[in-house]
């Protein structure tokens, strides 16, 4: 069965941190392209952060940008999201994503492959 399943998620206070992981199955992760987004009630998916599979080349959403740290272990197939310095506009809900190729989208609907999402909640 192809999945991803993420977790980490949970209720911080503002400045504190969290991990989020991504566990993959039945997929060929180490050739894929990783990536985490975010949704917020009534808001669209945004793009956080991306990796590709050689993690030669990251990406990050510049409301991120020196706060988040994206990674990934392909000999484990997960990958990862360190958030530090957590605000309040960062509660969301978290999916990671996985898609083939090299090229880090920031476009949900081109990733192929999703887990079911882990919220985070950052209290002021």
């Known amino acids: 069965q192809r999945q991803l399943v993420d977790s980490g998620g949970g209720v911080v206070q503002a400045g504190g941190s969290l991990r989020l992981s991504c566990a993959a199955a039945g997929i060929t992760f180490r050739s894929m392209t990783l990536s985490w987004f975010r949704q917020s009630p009534g808001k669209e998916r945004e793009f956080v952060a991306g990796?590709?599979?050689?993690?030669?080349?990251?990406r990050y959403a510049e409301s991120v940008r020196g706060r988040f740290t994206i990674s990934r272990d392909n000999a484990k197939n997960s990958g990862y999201l360190q958030m530090n310095n957590l605000k309040p506009e960062d509660t969301a809900l978290y999916y990671c994503a996985c898609r083939p190729g090299d090229n880090i989208s920031g476009v949900a609907r081109q990733y192929d492959y999703w887990g079911q999402g882990t919220q985070v909640t950052v209290s002021s």
């Open positions: 990796i590709r599979w050689s993690s030669t080349s990251l």
